[in-house]
């Protein structure tokens, strides 16, 4: 009887011990709450939804035992952010995800005490949201896709798809500051191409139809499109588009390639949405975004539809065949 009270109690003691050990490696069994700010009027992709899913469930977050969501949509009004991000505040959720960029601005906006992980952000640094990639400061941290530094990749591709083509119109918004540092960027790498860049400028939906007939009128041979919201919403439009005036077009997400587009090269978004879920998992469990640098892309996809390329009368290189990682017959 005496050894086997002492076995008990030497268990007992070793449970003891090793108990705040196990509490410090699991993940709090309270109810988190996540606010999501999207651009659009729903997800963009329930795929990358539940790609962001399995992330934190990876982690031992797990949507309906310890993991709630509250999901605010900007309908592609910028104007409505703000007050959806004053929304998300006002419920005092534990971390704000947001979006792109014009939700990332306007959950800084609203808040400077809960922490914000952003996606999918041209250039954080840019536009104000965090001191820099290394050391963002504040409560926000998140990952950038650094639009301007591929941009001359996506018009190398161009004219490995179309080869001969002198010239190439650009399809972007004036009124993202941004985005006219990755129009520069182009323009030096199209210098060493040999190539002309055609700029059309586009504000707003409406003059989708007046700017393919520039590129049409001065001798376009393609097009490479910049990300804005407005863009994003009506991509298959810009892709029948694209079609109708035969300019074979690249932009950095697949689904304009899904949606009709000729190329689509850009960072993986399903990388982009579990490494998201990794920083919200490192701030449920107490780090602080001040001390989250920043994350860059890491892996790349480059996605070809074969059936836009018969359909404007290219054959694409097998070299660049080759190179991608989708291929849509």
Do not use: C
């Amino acid at each position: 009887m005496t050894r086997r009270v002492a076995g008990l109690l030497v268990i007992l003691a070793l449970s003891v011990l090793v108990a705040p050990l196990m509490a410090d490696t699991q993940p709090s069994t309270k109810m988190h709450r996540i606010g999501i700010l999207w651009s659009g009027s729903r997800p963009g992709s329930g795929a990358l939804f539940e790609t962001f899913l399995e992330g934190l469930r990876d982690l031992g977050y797990v949507e309906g035992q310890n993991l709630a969501f509250e999901h605010r949509y900007g309908e592609w009004s910028p104007e409505r952010l703000g007050d959806l991000a004053a929304e998300l505040v006002q419920l005092n959720v534990d971390v704000i995800l947001a979006l792109g960029t014009p939700p990332a601005l306007a959950a800084q906006r609203a808040t400077t005490r809960i922490p914000i992980v952003f996606a999918a952000v041209a250039d954080p640094v840019e536009v104000g949201l965090v001191a820099s990639l290394a050391r963002p400061g504040g409560n926000l941290t998140g990952l950038t896709i650094l639009a301007h530094e591929h941009s001359g990749k996506r018009l190398e591709l161009l004219t490995e798809a179309v080869p001969g083509v002198s010239r190439v119109a650009v399809l972007w918004n004036p009124l993202r500051t941004w985005s006219g540092l990755e129009v520069s960027v182009m323009a030096d790498v199209a210098r060493g191409l040999g190539i002309q860049l055609q700029s059309l400028e586009v504000s707003d939906p409406s003059g989708f139809e007046r700017a393919f007939a520039a590129a049409t009128r001065e001798g376009a041979g393609a097009l490479s499109i910049l990300a804005a919201p407005f863009i994003v919403q009506n991509l298959r439009r810009i892709a029948n588009l694209a079609l109708q005036h035969r300019l074979p077009a690249i932009f950095w997400r697949p689904d304009f390639a899904e949606a009709g587009g000729l190329m689509a090269y850009g960072p993986s978004q399903r990388d982009l949405s579990r490494r998201a879920a990794a920083l919200v998992g490192k701030i449920l469990q107490g780090a602080q975004p001040a001390d989250l640098p920043v994350e860059q892309p890491m892996r790349f996809e480059l996605v070809i539809n074969l059936k836009t390329a018969q359909e404007l009368g290219l054959t694409i290189p097998p070299t660049l065949l080759f190179q991608a990682d989708e291929v849509i017959r």
